[in-house]
């Protein structure tokens, strides 16, 4: 059984940095696309960035050059870097990968940027 467990959520000030990570257990072989979505009180769950496991990426148009994805296969775990972090970044943020035709979804980590 896949489960992803995040990390690294809070309460951070604008301008300030934090990084989440996602770790991945129950899986045998590579995972296709590991990566993140967020969704903001009142507003739908929008895509964050993407990696692949040749370390393609993409992300959102809005966040490009503040946030970056990473990931460590061998440790099954995606990374998401946010720096310059605005107040309009504060959302619950998700995890998920793309695993043998199936998505899976962390539980969400909270990341409340106070002004």
């Known amino acids: 059984q896949v489960q992803l467990v995040e990390s690294g959520g809070g309460l951070v000030q604008a301008g300030g940095s934090l990084r989440l990570s996602c770790a991945a257990s129950?899986?045998?072989?590579?995972?296709?696309?590991m990566g993140w979505y967020r969704q903001a009180p009142g507003k739908q769950r929008e895509l964050v960035a993407g990696i692949t496991s040749s370390g393609s990426t993409n992300y959102a148009d809005s966040l490009k050059g503040r946030f970056t994805v990473s990931r460590d296969n061998a440790k099954n775990t995606v990374y998401l870097q946010m720096n310059s972090l605005k107040v309009e970044d504060t959302a619950v943020y998700y995890c998920?990968?793309?695993?043998?035709?199936?998505?899976?979804w962390g539980q969400g980590t909270q990341v409340i940027v106070s002004s």
């Open positions: 129950g899986i045998i072989s590579t995972i296709k696309v």
């Open positions: 998920y990968v793309l695993y043998l035709g199936t998505t899976y």
